[in-house]
């Protein structure tokens, strides 16, 4: 069982982001992985604005990185980029913090104008932190997910079906991260 966080750098607490990353989450945990979230938002705004690494929550955030076999990174687009939050914390990670490590990196946004945020814009600072794998990332249309007031989200069946895939191949690859040795 590999340990996955899975980070919402959605800046809303509402968010159609957020939301498809918890429901991708039931799926890895159904595959057998430890899931740990982590909503960006919930970093205070004092740590990121002001670049503060040492901050316990920060220092947390780092750790979870550093515990962590794989990373699922999803974000809305703003602005043909993706959320300045999620830069925020990132920023403030230890330059190799993704090292060793296979990312799948998820957008949403409203338009399919904003396709290459993942190829264009994360990918290479996910490349610049070491990641050992970025996954073939995934675009989501606002409009194709559903999200409802209990809670739930629905997809559209298109968008279901390539999410599976993407996922699955993510999880798959996670079994095949060599483990550290323990120490006797």
Do not use: N
């Not at 955030?61 to 703003?78: K, M, N, Q």
């Not at 998820?106 to 396709?115: E, F, P």
Request: hydrophobic share 50%; charged share 15%; glycine share 8%.
């Amino acid at each position: 069982m590999a340990t996955v966080l899975s980070v919402s750098g959605s800046p809303s607490a509402s968010s159609r982001t957020g939301r498809l990353l918890r429901h991708l989450d039931a799926r890895l945990t159904a595959q057998g992985h430890e899931v740990i979230p982590l909503d960006v938002r919930a970093v205070p705004a004092e740590a990121l604005c002001g670049a503060d690494a040492r901050h316990p929550a920060v220092v947390a955030v780092s750790e979870l990185f550093e515990r962590a076999d794989g990373v699922v990174i999803g974000t809305p687009v703003y602005k043909a980029a993706y959320a300045g939050v999620l830069k925020a914390l990132l920023d403030l990670l230890p330059q190799h913090a993704l090292s060793g490590k296979s990312v799948l990196p998820l957008a949403t946004g409203g338009t399919l104008a904003h396709v290459l945020v993942i190829d264009y814009a994360l990918r290479p600072v996910l490349a610049s932190m070491g990641a050992a794998h970025i996954a073939q990332g995934w675009f989501t249309l606002d409009q194709d997910i559903t999200a409802h007031e209990d809670g739930s989200l629905v997809l559209a069946p298109a968008a279901a079906e390539s999410l599976r895939h993407v996922v699955d191949v993510f999880s798959a690859g996670l079994h095949r991260i060599p483990r550290p040795a323990l120490a006797s």
